[in-house]
């Protein structure tokens, strides 16, 4: 795997940790939407990810001869948690209380989207960790040649 290709990886997870992190952010934002465009209330989003497609000559080459590469990560779509009820709260005086008296709250749970939020905060510096350390032996082979 060349230097390049390292860098590429460990960018491609800080991207897709990134928009992780802005996904929680609004999932957090949004913990109270009892209404959204549609009219009905906010669910919590889900990121998913993927291995990155890369058909190149060179990683073609590698998968037939054994040699192990990486290709980083994309995210391949945003789903809504349709799985996870939503929040029931009695309080007939809401203007979005439906006709027995009951507010549906988005199905967020702040200790849940915090804990996922670390998790995407320590998976975004480890790799950067893992760019600068690729940076560095970079810049170490470029001082051998002096």
Do not use: C, W
Not at 20 to 30: K, L, P, V
Not at 79 to 104: I, M, R
């Amino acid at each position: 795997m060349s230097f390049i290709n390292g860098m590429n990886v460990s960018a491609s997870g800080m991207t897709a940790q990134r928009l992780r992190m802005d996904i929680i952010s609004q999932n957090i934002a949004n913990v109270n939407t009892t209404r959204d465009e549609n009219g009905a209330a906010y669910r919590r989003k889900i990121v998913v990810f993927a291995e990155r497609d890369t058909d190149s000559f060179v990683n073609i080459l590698n998968s037939k001869t054994g040699t192990p590469t990486g290709n980083g990560v994309k995210v391949t779509e945003i789903l809504e948690d349709t799985q996870t009820p939503l929040n029931l709260v009695y309080d007939p005086s809401h203007p979005d209380a439906d006709e027995e008296g009951y507010v549906a709250y988005p199905n967020v749970n702040t200790v849940t989207e915090m804990t996922n939020l670390i998790d995407a905060s320590r998976a975004y510096e480890a790799n950067v960790t893992a760019f600068n350390a690729t940076k560095n032996m970079l810049l170490k082979v470029l001082e051998l040649g002096k």
